[in-house]
């Protein structure tokens, strides 16, 4: 160490950014530690909020450095496992299927395996029918609903039941039950709620939405975005009053001013037994100025959130009626609002129940034991329906809880608290699958390309797939943090499953896309597969790129396979060019395996010029 007061001041800043991180922090710390080649002694300051008040208190009580080399080969074991399993599992892949951008990984592949099981499911999903009798009971000229307790499945039962209802006497009011509902608020964000509700209210990928938080972070506008929690010290508590005067000032909250007692804040998202290593998600005390309009959105809903977590509960009455009708049970359900609390924040639609009814509908409502007349009755017929597509926000969702299907007890706890990957990487893992081109956007539901389902159907039946290895593997590093495991016994045990995984991958065989995959005449060793959208070369160093929309024009898997094989295709009509004219002309390679025209003789020699694919950022040259 050439400069002991410099490389004390950077172990300090080193230990101070890291100081909130657990596993990642401390190894981050470790690996900048041990290439400065350091040998002094370290305290670790392990706090868990920027508060001045948390900061003097950790400082006060600073932490011996050896205390966390646990900790330390936990992470250590887990960047090395990642990393053998991933490089060894997707070099093993490109070889057997002769194709670039593939990758498998502990997370990413579980992932996927994940959306396509749930595509297959909903695309296999046969709908059958099924009937419900409804009556509608009246009341001084009000109405109330009822379905009957039991649906049917074939329609000829359900008709001989309905001819039945018609010829009954007034229905009987058997029960009335009604009950006081307390909604609890919502809990403050973690990265990766806030990402859910950023895609189902924003629209915004869980990536953008990271992005975003990030910036405003570096702001000093928002807290550290990377957070798995979602409550807050007390601390950190004690200035919640003056940041939610801060919000009621602003556009869009000052409706609430009237709704929220300060001197009386519900505690629901405070408490210092569940922070792990940084606090939820809140708004700093800086006023936002300049903000992009993601910015200012994602902003809003931290703000928002930050009321509708110290707000007063919702308060409902929920009602239950059920009528007998000549010995048939007839149900209702309904809720009405009594106090809307945290919900009248941004009432949003999506927080309303099925059964909940608006107040100006005043629905019919009866007294237990009294006759009710009936003033109509139908018969509808309904489809069972299929689980829906992922998208982003339920497929966070499905990472933060996928331990739960797993079955030995051990390894479901372990994961529980984890999922698959981190709030922190969970962004990344999505984006990962887009650009090996598995996934893709239809409307917000998540679907899996052809490539997807190719891998999929390849590797589904391995242990790389399965959520159980990842749960194997936390209990493993829990144990280590806790010192009841051997970092040694551990990476034994990840060399053994590498080898064994490679071995499986590279024996894989892929007759799906067999047909579809061509040599590449442009580097010779590359294959090029012809997906839904674009044909493109598998060797990442090649870069040929064939879009199958050409000026309007779309082009056929023939179209293509002639290409690559002649280096022609034969006469495309219907082209159209900038001012709207039409023209036919055949497809072509340059001399650099550009696309070009080639048009047909009319007592001029042919003439060539190379277009430029739609979606390419390359220039068009004439």
Known sequence: MKNPT??????????????????????????????????KPFKRLWISSLTDEAITRGMANLKEGSGYDALYMAADCRAKADWLIGLNASMALAASSGMGNNSLGRVQTPVLAMICARYRENRSFISSNYWQLHITLEKEGAYRSFHYTEDFKGKEDAEKLFARLKACPPARITKVERRIIHQAQPLLYDLTALQKDCNIHL??????????????????????????????PEDVFREIPSLLRMVLRMDGFRHFAGDIDMFRLEQRSVNNKKITDHHALIITGDYPRE???????VYHMIAGRLLEAFAPECKKESLLTEASFDGLLF????????????????????????????TDENPAEFEEGENAKAGGYSLARKKTAPKPLYTEAALLAAME?????????????????????????????????????????????????????????????????????????????????????????FMKAIAIYTRQITGEVLSLKFPEQAGNAMPCPKCGTGKVVIHAKLAKCGNEKCGLLIHKKCLNRELSDSHIRQLLSTGSTRLIRGFEGKMGNTFDARLVFDEKHNIAFSFPKTGKSNQKRTVKPSGSNRKRKI
């Open 331 to 358: 149900r209702s359900r309904s809720q009405k609002m009594l106090f809307p609390g945290w919900r009248n924040v941004f009432n949003y639609p999506e927080d309303k129940e099925d059964d909940e009814k608006d």
């Open 291 to 297: 903000l992009s309009a993601a910015e200012k959105s």
């Open 203 to 232: 629209d915004l990928p869980a990536e953008k939405t990271l992005e975003t938080a990030q910036s405003l972070y570096e702001k000093k506008l928002i807290s550290y975005p990377r957070t798995s929690s979602r409550y807050i």
């Open 401 to 489: 809880t996928a331990g739960k299907n797993i079955s030995n007890e051990a390894l479901r706890e372990t994961i529980k608290e984890q999922g698959l990957g981190t709030p922190a990487t969970r962004a990344a893992i999505i984006e990962t699958l887009f650009k090996r081109e598995y996934l893709e956007r239809c409307g917000k539901s998540l679907t899996p390309t052809s490539k997807g389902l190719y891998i999929y159907d390849a590797v589904k039946d391995m242990r790389i797939a399965d959520a159980e290895m990842t749960g194997q593997w936390e209990k493993m590093l829990a144990d280590m943090e806790t010192k009841n495991g051997s970092p040694e016994t």
């Open 6 to 39: 410099l490389d004390n001041i950077l172990l300090l800043i080193i230990s101070f950014i890291t100081s909130c991180d657990k596993r990642e922090g401390c190894l981050i710390f470790r690996y900048i530690y041990r290439y400065l080649e350091c040998t």
